[in-house]
C-alpha cells in the first residue's frame, strides 16, 4: 500500500473488501488488530462493531502472530535498491513462508492471550 493509512483508506482499502467478507465466511471467528491509529479510529470502529474483536492491551505487542512473520521476512530479506526490488522481494517471500509456521502461531494464540492476561497486559515470553 502506498501512501498514508489513514483510517478512512484502512476501511475502505482493507476492512470493506477484505476483512469484511472473509469475517462474514467464518461465523465465530475473532478479529485481531493492534491500537494504531487507522486501526482505532471512528470510521474503522464503527464498521468493525459488527464483528468479534479482540481486546488489545494498550502496551502489549506480544499477541500478534504477525509481529513473528515480520520477523521472519526481515531476516530473509536481500539488500534491495529500489522500491520496485523491495515490492518484488516481499511478494516472493510472503508467498513461500512455510504454511505450517503461520499455523503454529495462529495455533499459539490462547497460549499468548493466557500469557498476557496473566502479566495483567504486561510482557510475555512470546
Known sequence: MRGTLTGQRYVDDILQPHVGPFLNGHP?????????????????????????????????????????????????????????????AVQDLWAHLPQDNIRCLINSMPDRVAACIAAGGGPTRY
Open 28 to 88: 465465530g471467528a475473532i478479529f485481531q488488530q493492534d491500537n494504531v491509529r487507522p486501526h482505532t479510529a471512528r470510521v474503522a470502529q464503527v464498521l468493525l462493531r459488527h464483528f468479534q474483536t479482540l481486546p488489545w492491551p494498550a502496551h502489549s505487542p506480544d499477541l500478534s502472530p504477525l509481529e513473528h512473520v515480520w520477523d521472519q521476512l526481515k531476516r530473509q530479506m536481500p539488500s534491495c535498491h529500489s522500491v520496485h526490488d523491495l515490492e518484488l
